[in-house]
């Protein structure tokens, strides 16, 4: 039971971030087709976003099943959302840094010939880096393998 | 049951408490990012690969063709799709003037992106040699100020067809009568002074129909909505010098009002971008749509059209001159 648990929220979390990936993509996909561009108009960058999103999932399903036996269940927890977090706010936060309204780096980037949809896979991966390294360190914060941890009870 | 839940260590109830904080924080940002996300035109897009006969239209005293577009100064890929709609637009039944109603460059300044948001997305058209009136927006960079950093963005826009920040032009049957509505809107005295412009430019006009070009709206169910100031000077002048026609943009939809006291009110500002509208009372159809406007005016009949990026046409209206003494 507990093994089925730790298994469903792993891919809960997953999941969630397949979503934080997905999300600046489907917004500007779900734009596109109100404004009323020809249908896929705005598609490539949603299927790009899945691919990215769909490749990290897996990996933070294995790492999580792995880590709630390595560090425990509410460590690996922890550290999971926090990466999560990291991940969200980066995969939407990077794209203005990028093409933001008022430095437009991404333009400068692609008038120098790199293909939109690299553009776009290096930001997500970017993002996606950083949240597996947030992830990483706060779950090595929590777990410092030499010396035990002093417990205080929950209050 | 105190003892039932799992004791935390004082690591765990800090980076979990930091997490739910976060979550919080997170949640709101992205609500704000993605809201912003879907209102600009951020992911650069590809200029339009079309090729156009140049000179192919006809304007003759009696019959004039042209195309209005709004806030179309992104270089993005939606403004690339309405530029390329334009272009097809002029394959199929050629216009030699592209009315603009301001915000034509955004994310910088224009003498910097001047290239990448009006020459890359309209080529085609300057390549055809139709002609740029623009009524300058709010993000148009003081152009027309006599500041030396924009002399070469308005050398070019002179010789495209805007000599300056207000003016007026003839095509055919129709006057247009560009006006500076940021000046105006910013200073009351320069308010008063394109007031007065106006009124004499107005009451010297003699083609069948008049039609002002602004970039702030004298009325909207936009976001940005009327404009209070345009609406207490403007709007009585354009009243009694019975104007048939008003385009603005400013907010970026498509709407077009029922005559008030006499005067058809378009705002067509989905060049690029898209904000909601909510249709008032006076609106006869409010779309959050890209778009642009196609006209066609004899002396007897101006017909219009709002024509979407996939170019369906999303409206069409007819107007009749007025009757003037």
């Given amino acids: 039971m507990r093994g089925r648990v730790e298994a469903a929220l792993a891919v809960l979390i997953a999941v969630a971030h397949v979503a934080a990936l997905v999300a600046p993509a489907a917004v500007l996909a779900v734009t596109a087709d109100k404004g009323g561009l020809p249908r896929f108009g705005g598609y490539d960058l949603l299927a790009a976003s899945v691919v990215v999103g769909v490749v990290h999932a897996v990996v933070v399903a294995v790492r999580l099943r792995r880590a709630q036996r390595e560090v425990g269940l509410t460590n690996a927890l922890i550290a999971g959302l926090d990466g999560l977090l990291v991940v969200a706010l980066l995969a939407s936060g990077l794209l203005f840094l990028v093409l933001g309204a008022q430095g437009p780096f991404g333009m400068v980037l692609l008038n120098a010939g790199m293909p939109l949809l690299v553009l776009w896979g290096v930001v997500q991966v970017v993002a996606v880096l950083l949240g597996e390294a947030a992830q990483h360190a706060v779950a090595r914060w929590l777990d410092p393998a030499p010396e035990p941890e002093r417990t205080v009870d929950r209050v | 049951m105190a003892d039932q839940l799992p004791r935390l260590t004082r690591r765990q109830l800090l980076a979990g408490g930091f997490g739910l904080l976060a979550a919080g924080a997170t949640g709101l940002l992205l609500d704000r990012a993605w809201t912003q996300l879907g209102r600009e035109d951020l992911i650069p897009g590809e200029p339009p690969a079309v090729s156009l006969e140049p000179g192919a239209w006809t304007t003759s005293p009696d019959e004039v063709a042209f195309a209005v577009i709004g806030d179309n100064g992104s270089g993005g890929r939606q403004a690339m ?243 003037r003494s």
């Fill in chain 2, 81 to 323: 799709a309405v530029a390329r709609q334009l272009a097809l637009s002029y394959q199929r039944e050629p216009f030699g003037l592209l009315s603009m109603l301001g915000d034509i460059v955004y994310y910088g300044p224009i003498e910097r992106r001047f290239a990448e948001v009006f020459l890359a997305p309209l080529g085609p058209l300057v390549d055809a040699g139709v002609s740029f009136e623009v009524a300058l927006g709010n993000h148009d960079n003081d152009l027309f100020l006599g500041h030396d950093r924009f002399a070469e963005v308005e050398r070019e826009l002179e010789l495209l067809g805007t000599p300056s920040r207000f003016f007026t032009t003839t095509h055919g049957p129709v006057d247009l009568f560009y006006l500076d509505t940021v000046a105006m809107v910013r200073d009351e005295q320069e308010a008063d002074r394109q007031v007065a412009w106006i009124d004499e430019a107005l009451a010297a006009a003699s083609s069948p129909w008049r039609v002002v070009c602004l970039h702030h709206p004298v009325h909207s169910s936009g976001r940005h909505g009327p404009t209070a100031l345009l609406r207490e000077r403007l709007e009585p002048v354009l009243v009694d010098h019975r104007v048939d026609l008003v385009l603005a943009g400013h907010d970026h939809h498509y709407e077009r009002t029922q005559p008030i006291d006499g005067i058809t009110h378009v705002v067509s500002g989905g060049g690029c971008k898209l904000t909601g509208v909510q249709p008032r009372d006076f609106s006869v159809v409010a779309l959050s749509r890209l778009q642009f406007l196609r006209v066609h005016a004899t002396r007897d009949e101006l017909v219009a059209r709002c024509v979407g990026v996939d170019g369906e046409v999303l409206d069409s209206f007819a107007l009749q001159p007025r009757a």
